[in-house]
């Protein structure tokens, strides 16, 4: 199982950068794909997820990110996106995607709150996004 995070970079306050988690090694359809990032000295947060079934999708969004990040997928290519727009200091973290089965049935119910209290079953390594104001 593979998860490559990629797409970081450094931008400046109200710029853009679109990340991309290419997967492999697990039936993506199968699976909850998630962001979490961790900025320096802080716990890890959830930020997104999303999920599809039968012609549908499910995504959850932490409040933080609303209305300026869109997570999408290419389930041909088992490869999750997270477009960040109008970026912040504050998004400066490490971004990291993750895959979870039962995430997916909790995401599909519209029954998280939270996605940073919840383990997930495989993660990538992270890519650093670097906002400057």
């Known amino acids: 199982v593979q998860l490559q995070a990629s797409g970081g970079g450094l931008v400046q306050a109200g710029g853009s950068l679109r990340l991309s988690c290419a997967t492999s090694g697990f039936f993506f359809d199968d699976f909850a794909i998630c962001w979490f990032r961790q900025a320096p000295g802080k716990d890890r947060k959830g930020v997104s997820c999303?999920?599809?079934?039968?012609?549908?999708?499910?995504?959850y969004y932490a409040d933080s990110v609303k209305d300026r990040f869109t997570i999408s997928s290419d389930n041909g290519k088992a490869t999750a996106y997270l477009q960040m727009n109008k970026l912040e200091p504050e998004d400066t973290a490490v971004y990291y995607c993750a895959a979870d089965r039962g995430v997916k049935y909790v995401l599909e119910a519209n029954l998280i709150r939270d996605l940073s209290v919840y383990g997930m079953n495989y993660w990538g390594e992270g890519t650093q996004v670097t906002v400057s104001s």
């Open positions: 999303i999920s599809n079934n039968r012609g549908s999708t499910y995504t």
